[in-house]
């Protein structure tokens, strides 16, 4: 149960709604984000695939609306004064993560590799562990305006998970350049590897930004 003491937004009800909105944009980013991606590996820039993207894209649009409406309240209300520069960081840093999900997403439909199958299974694990390194983010990410005691344990597992997203890329370059592939075509889906595996690089970062606002917070 978050800890109502800490929590700031008991004078900003419209403030919160907003914030917590858009941490849902979030997650539901990357619910439907690994979704796509397994229809790609199956089906290619299919219908499913394509109405997948623009779910993503449509995310992304309203993620950057509520994101607007934040920073103009935090300024035209004059809202936690104390916190609203690190708050609004924090929402910039965290738009950055839905605007990565989609330049991927639209990278995939744009550029079309043709992924052997061989491959299928460790891309798809790769990015259920890019979302769930996002998930656990977005988790540290709320934590902040209520309870910020619990930031630091969903930071930790950001941390080992964004490690895990490094093995698992890794190897699966390793095994791409290994294979008897055309260079053009190890050279494509490696940049699409390497663009899947940033979204756990940004979210680390985010993660190191928050724990900072939480040590200055607490001082």
């Known amino acids: 149960m978050f800890d109502i003491k800490l929590s700031i937004f008991s004078k900003n009800k419209s403030l919160e709604k907003k914030i917590d909105l858009f941490h849902d944009k979030l997650i539901d980013v990357t619910m439907i984000f690994k979704k796509a991606i397994k229809i790609f590996l199956t089906e290619k820039r299919s219908e499913d695939y394509k109405k997948l993207s623009k779910q993503i894209k449509q995310i992304e649009h309203d993620a950057d609306i509520l994101r607007r409406e934040i920073e103009n309240d935090l300024y035209t209300k004059n809202l936690i004064p104390d916190l609203r520069g690190d708050v609004l960081q924090l929402v910039e840093n965290l738009d950055r993560v839905v605007n990565r999900f989609d330049e991927v997403t639209y990278k995939f439909y744009i550029e079309q590799p043709d992924i052997p199958s061989e491959y299928h299974i460790r891309l798809s694990e790769l990015c259920s562990q890019v979302s769930e390194c996002v ?3 977005v988790i540290a990410s709320r934590s902040f305006f209520r309870n910020t005691s619990a930031v630091r344990d969903y930071a930790q597992k ?9 093995i698992s890329s890794g190897k699966l370059k390793e095994a791409l350049f290994d294979s008897p592939l ?9 940049a699409l590897v390497s663009a899947v595996a940033d979204i756990a690089d940004i979210a680390e970062d985010c993660i190191d930004e928050l724990l900072i606002f939480v040590i200055k917070r607490d001082v």
């Open 182 to 190: 055309a260079l053009a075509n190890k050279l494509q889906i490696n």
């Open 158 to 166: 950001v941390y080992f998970i964004e490690n895990e997203t490094d």
């Open 135 to 137: 998930e656990n983010m």
